[in-house]
Antibody
């Protein structure tokens, strides 16, 4: 069955960096786009970034553009989110989600919590 | 960016009764390819979001048929024909017609 499992979250000081990973299984990873979507504590969902199946095309939310980088390693079935210059407002649960290649995100992971605090 | 507005924000419902959630977009969600990329997600307490409905009215794999979606253009509705206890949670609409993808604020469904 389709599974995506995030890791790499934790507590980090403002201005520092963190890299999230998402291990995918149960589907042909190299054939699908992938998303990162986040949810601040007690808040709604905010789409962060998407990467095409081949890693060539990437789009970002304005709130993270220039600070976050989405990437993937199809040989390892793994998606990444490199987060630099972190701010308190980046505190959230970060979800990895598979794109349907048609209508948007379909399968979501359990999420990993990132807390930006001094 | 396309703004998605849901109503109501909270919906107390009696078990076995129907429920309805509305979602309105700030511009048409009809894509250049003719499709409308409007989805509905369910987030149960303490759980990640789960896809229920895609392209307005298509139920995703494993979703009970008491869930249905309808609408067109800028106005969409999620209906639950008979609410069950496991339906408690927050429901989000999401548009994937235009980058960046955007979500509604969420509607909290609770049992009276």
């Amino acid at each position: 069955q389709v599974q995506v499992v995030e890791s790499g979250g934790g507590v980090v000081q403002p201005g520092r960096s963190l890299r999230l990973s998402c291990a995918a299984s149960g589907f042909s990873f190299s054939s699908y786009g992938m998303h990162w979507i986040r949810q601040a504590p007690g808040k709604g969902l905010e789409w962060v970034a998407i990467i095409s199946y081949d890693g060539i095309n990437k789009y970002y939310a304005d709130s993270v553009k220039g600070r976050f980088t989405i990437s993937r390693d199809n040989s390892k079935n793994t998606l990444y989110l490199q987060m630099n210059s972190l701010r308190a407002e980046d505190t959230a649960v970060y979800y990895c989600a598979k794109d349907s290649n048609n209508w948007g995100a379909d399968y979501w992971g359990q999420g990993t919590l990132v807390t930006v605090s001094s | 960016d396309i703004v998605m507005t849901q109503t109501p924000l909270s919906s107390p419902v009696t078990l076995g009764q129907p429920a309805s959630i509305s979602c309105r977009s700030s511009q048409s969600l009809v894509h250049n390819d003719g499709n409308t990329y409007l989805s509905w997600l369910q987030q149960r307490p303490g759980q990640p979001p789960r896809l229920l409905i895609y392209k307005i009215s298509n139920r995703f794999s494993g979703v009970p048929d008491r869930f249905s979606g309808s609408g067109a253009g800028t106005d969409f509705t999620l209906k639950i024909s008979r609410v069950e206890a496991e339906d408690v949670g927050v429901y989000y609409c999401m548009q994937a017609t235009q980058f960046l993808y955007t979500f509604g604020q969420g509607t909290k469904l609770e049992i009276k």
